[in-house]
């Protein structure tokens, strides 16, 4: 017996509809009732919305982001207040093109109603690119895009070459994307020579081009010593390939199987578990040499990045588990049915997916995602705006600047601060130097914020205000101290 993975002709055509909209709902529930933003989404915002073109663009490379998401923003900035109601309005651009990407999932894909359904219910579509706000949602819609493009025998040449092009500006890992799809074009084309007669020109000037901006705005130009705390210490040790061959493989595709890399590190559990994840899928696409190329190159350029440059989280995984949607996809085309031993495979990985998303939609029904949205909101009701706010790490405490709606001060500099540099070091003032700033603002005292409690002995006439320091999600807390000038 076979199981069909496309749509049948006997599908009812409110089926696909019925799922793209239940997807929606659900994701809306949780990103606009429950979710609090953190400070990679913040961060972002703030960016977008606080620095000119010129410093947008020129910052990027500290980011170790392209520019399409941070561009996005800014349009959207224009309509910001610079309040607290800046988070509804980040929510909102972040909402629309995710809602996109579940309709072309939903309804352009051909995919089977039940195998769309599963896979918009999964974790990393669903949750990590659903509810929180991050450029990723770009590399999924635009790779969905790219992939409808190849409906046709010949991808209309400005449509693919803007597809492309876009794809370099989302992550490095859409301009893998980008690369694997060369790699289906020319294997689809049947020969080098047929390649470059049909579909060379459009991807190779999207490509190209896109690359060339993908270095200009991401390339490193700030020193290594600044930058080092980003890249493996070890690129290609023993150590650094095992964390790749099990971050790429085991916790990529059975996400929640295994603990996370990152934190636990590797197990003999989880390599044996990578082998089996590798074995299988190349198993699944073998048969189809478009596929199976397809699949094999960019596993190979996402293993060697991981080993070499980046490990990577469950942020970026999400986008390989996207690649094998892709390929999904380009498979209807053939109208593919596949036997039990096939459709096993399909179900261990989307069943980790669900296993997990319903582990996050849980925890985000219970807790909060961060503590930054109720600090926040406290300094906004609480504190009156002439009086300073100093931040004790602005990396941590820039989420609070959001949902406050205001500035906060940083010293050694006292200047104030929205946005943060990731490569900046954490300076801890005495308490000495937070009374003389408070003087130099002339005032009577001020609030300091931290997302540790301050050492009595540093700070002995710091008095505790505010503590939110219960459980939450990213295990964002803070703590608001009262000092006087005195």
Request: charged content about 15%.
């Amino acid at each position: 017996m076979k199981i069909a993975l496309y749509r049948s002709d006997q599908t009812p055509s409110w089926m696909p509809w019925l799922v793209f909209g239940g997807v929606v709902v659900l994701a809306a529930v949780l990103k606009f009732g429950f979710h609090e933003l953190w400070k990679d989404e913040w961060q972002a915002w703030l960016m977008a919305r606080d620095m000119s073109w010129g410093e947008l663009l020129g910052s990027l490379y500290y980011e170790g982001h392209p520019a399409l998401w941070y561009l996005y923003l800014k349009g959207w900035a224009l309509f910001s207040s610079g309040s607290s109601a800046d988070a509804m309005l980040l929510s909102v651009a972040h909402f629309l093109p995710l809602v996109a990407v579940y309709y072309l999932i939903a309804v352009r894909f051909r995919l089977a109603w039940w195998l769309s359904l599963a896979i918009l219910l999964g974790y990393y579509p669903l949750f990590e690119y659903g509810v929180v706000n991050r450029g990723y949602v770009f590399v999924l819609l635009i790779s969905a895009w790219a992939t409808l493009l190849w409906e046709k025998e010949q991808p209309p040449f400005l449509s693919y070459a803007l597809a492309i092009f876009l794809l370099c500006q989302t992550e490095v890992y859409g301009v893998f994307v980008a690369g694997a799809l060369g790699v289906y074009g020319l294997v689809r084309s049947g020969s080098l020579a047929a390649f470059f007669r049909q579909n060379a020109r459009p991807y190779l000037t999207g490509l190209v081009s896109g690359l060339a901006v993908f270095v200009l705005t991401v390339y490193p130009r700030a020193s290594q010593d600044e930058l080092s705390n980003a890249y493996l210490d070890d690129p290609l040790s023993w150590e650094a390939i095992q964390l790749a061959w099990q971050g790429t493989l085991a916790n990529t595709y059975t996400l929640g199987f295994i603990p996370d890399t990152n934190v636990f590190g590797v197990s003999l559990w989880g390599m044996i578990l990578s082998a089996l994840v590798l074995a299988g899928l190349t198993f699944f696409w073998w048969k189809n040499a478009r596929l199976r190329w397809t699949f094999l190159a960019f596993q190979l350029v996402y293993l060697l990045f991981s080993a070499v440059i980046y490990t990577g989280g469950v942020r970026q995984w999400g986008v390989a588990f996207f690649m094998q949607v892709l390929l999904l996809q380009l498979w209807t085309y053939a109208r593919p049915e596949v036997h039990w031993g096939r459709l096993g495979i399909i179900a261990i990985v989307l069943l980790a997916q669900l296993y997990y998303s319903t582990l996050a939609v849980s925890k985000e029904f219970q807790y909060p995602f961060s503590q930054a949205a109720a600090a926040g909101a406290f300094i906004e009701e609480k504190v009156p705006v002439d009086v300073p706010v100093v931040a004790i790490n602005k990396f941590e405490n820039a989420p609070v600047v959001g949902y406050a709606g205001r500035a906060f001060y940083a010293l050694p500099d006292g200047e104030a601060f929205t946005y943060f540099k990731w490569v900046e070091k954490v300076y801890l003032p005495s308490e000495a130097e937070l009374r003389l700033f408070a003087r130099y603002k002339q005032k009577s005292g001020l609030v300091i914020i931290s997302p540790q409690k301050l050492d009595p002995n540093r700070y002995p006439t710091a008095q505790l205000w505010q503590a939110f320091d219960s459980y939450s999600i990213k295990n964002e807390r803070y703590y608001l101290y009262a000092l006087e000038a005195k």
